[in-house]
């Protein structure tokens, strides 16, 4: 989970920045930074749907016994 960031408490510098982001541009005129690409990649979305499946694909494999066995385990396990 990211941090946030102690440096930007300051009114005046969220000020700056929400004026920069409506602008599309740092206000001496230099563009902003794009974007981490992996965010916006196609194959971040196939990984994203492929692995909500996992978990279902698995359980469909196990015999009931084996899934009840699994779910009282998780039961009986103190939490951490």
């Known amino acids: 989970m990211p941090t946030r960031s102690s440096k930007d408490h300051d009114f005046a510098t969220v000020a700056r920045r929400v004026v920069e982001q409506a602008i599309g541009e740092h206000l001496d005129g230099t563009p902003l930074e794009e974007p981490d690409a992996r965010e916006e990649s ?3 979305r196939i990984g994203k749907a492929g692995g909500s499946k996992g ?3 698995r359980a469909d494999k196990l ?3 084996k899934r009840k066995s699994i779910g009282q385990e998780s039961c009986r396990r103190p939490l951490e």
């Open 55 to 57: 978990g279902r694909a």
């Open 63 to 65: 015999s009931p016994a």
């Open 42 to 44: 196609s194959g971040s």
